[in-house]
Structure formats: structure tokens, C-alpha cells
């Protein structure tokens, strides 16, 4: 069982929609969850974090967690054609303290 | 946030030998991490790097194929040795940021990528 598991996708919206990314994760102890955003033939790069409960808003990005649930999510409004990536969950902290545990990734399409 | 280069951006090498791959950080940290990324896969680490002692490795990596050094806060390198076609991928390594240890955000570098023939 994948300890972090993105919804697999591809996923592709219009532009101006609102694209939705979610996740789930099988360690109760993690902590913190990352979205990063990996353009193809980059690196990472550190959109969102979250460790309480409940939403974090920051611009077009929402990010959510649900600890009960185990849950985590990714909400992008108004998604351009520059929000083309593949968007990876990542958790943190838990049984893995200081490691970083991946999603598989999620290819999001913004089509004009 | 941390300013991260990593030597060399690409290179293609003969199955058999040996690359190593080096990472300057602007900043001293303390945990350094190197990361390998099939192609269309996520990120899997490799191994955690620390200054002063031995790398810990991952399931499935060992020191003897991924050799790392540490010799500084700011500086790391991994070796990928004897190469085979399946070691073909981007390396990256990447710097747990120096905000709260609640976060364990990471900041990567910009890779390697890796084509063994």
C-alpha cells in the first residue's frame, strides 16, 4: 500500500475552471503535507503546506487537510494554461521523521 | 530559502563506469538528501546525508552503488557507480529548509539527468 496516494489522473480542465487534486495517506503521525508543482525537466518547487486541520488559502491555491480522514487536497481556481504541471502530494514528519514521503503525481492540463 | 546548484545539469555515460554528481548549497544545513526520479515517476529517496557522520540509505539503495560524501554544511556528493541502462534518471538533491521542524519543507536543486548507454 502506497503511503501517500495521489488521485491518478491526468487530469485536464479548461482554463478558468477549478481543478481539483487530492490525496490521502496512510501514516497517522504525519504532520505537515507539501503540494509541489514539477514542470516537465524541473525540479520541484513548493507551492502549499499544511499541518491544521481545515483549509489555507493563498492566492488561487487552496490547500485542505482533513486529519481524520487522512485527506489532503489541492483546489486551483481560475487554472491558466501556466499551472500545466504534475502536482505532487507529499507528507512529512509521522513514522518518517525528517523524510519526505511522495505521491505518485498528478498531471494536470490546462487547455485554452 | 536555500540557493541550490548541483554538477553536472546532464550527462551521458557507457554502462560500467562511474559518475559523481556534486551539491553546493548557499547556505549551511544540516540534513542534505539525494533523490532519483525514474522517468514519468515520482521522486524515491536514495539516501540522507549528514555532516560528520554516514549517509542512511533507503531500501533498496547501497553505499557500495551510491556512495555519498559530506565533507561540509553546504556541499555533498553522490556517486553513481557501475552504471547500467537502468540507472538512467535525474538526480536531485534537495535541503530540509531552516523554518520550523514541524514543516520538514525540503528545497531541491535542479538535477541531474542521467543517461547511461
Known amino acids: 500500500q502506497k503511503e501517500v496516494e495521489q488521485n491518478s489522473g491526468p487530469l485536464s480542465v479548461p482554463e478558468g475552471a477549478i481543478a481539483s487534486l487530492n490525496c490521502t495517506y496512510s501514516?497517522?503521525?504525519?504532520?505537515?503535507f507539501f503540494w509541489y508543482r514539477q514542470y516537465s525537466g524541473k525540479s520541484p518547487e513548493l507551492i502549499m503546506f499544511?499541518?491544521?486541520?481545515g483549509d489555507k488559502e493563498d492566492g488561487r491555491f487552496t490547500a485542505q487537510l482533513n486529519k481524520a480522514s487522512q485527506y489532503v487536497s489541492l483546489l486551483i481556481r481560475d487554472s491558466q494554461p501556466s499551472d500545466s504541471a504534475t502536482y505532487l502530494c507529499v507528507g512529512a514528519g509521522g513514522t518518517s521523521y525528517g523524510k519526505l514521503t511522495f505521491g505518485q503525481g498528478t498531471i494536470l492540463t490546462v487547455h485554452p | 530559502s536555500a540557493v541550490i546548484s548541483q554538477k553536472p545539469s546532464r550527462d551521458i555515460c557507457q554502462r560500467g563506469t562511474s559518475l559523481t554528481i556534486q551539491c553546493q548549497v548557499d547556505s549551511q544545513v544540516t540534513m542534505m538528501f539525494w533523490y532519483r526520479q525514474q522517468p514519468g515517476q515520482s521522486l524515491t529517496l536514495i539516501a540522507t546525508?549528514?555532516?560528520?557522520?554516514?549517509?542512511?540509505?533507503e531500501s533498496g539503495f547501497v553505499i557500495d552503488k551510491f556512495p555519498i560524501s559530506r565533507p561540509n554544511l553546504t556541499f555533498s556528493t553522490l556517486t553513481v557507480s557501475n552504471m547500467s541502462p537502468e540507472d538512467s534518471s535525474i538526480y536531485l538533491c534537495s535541503v530540509e529548509a531552516m523554518t520550523s521542524p514541524l514543516r520538514n519543507e525540503q528545497f531541491f536543486g535542479p538535477g541531474t539527468r542521467l543517461t547511461v548507454l
Open positions: 501514516d497517522r503521525g504525519s504532520q505537515s
Open positions: 499544511i499541518y491544521s486541520n
Open positions: 546525508a549528514n555532516q560528520g557522520s554516514e549517509a542512511t540509505y
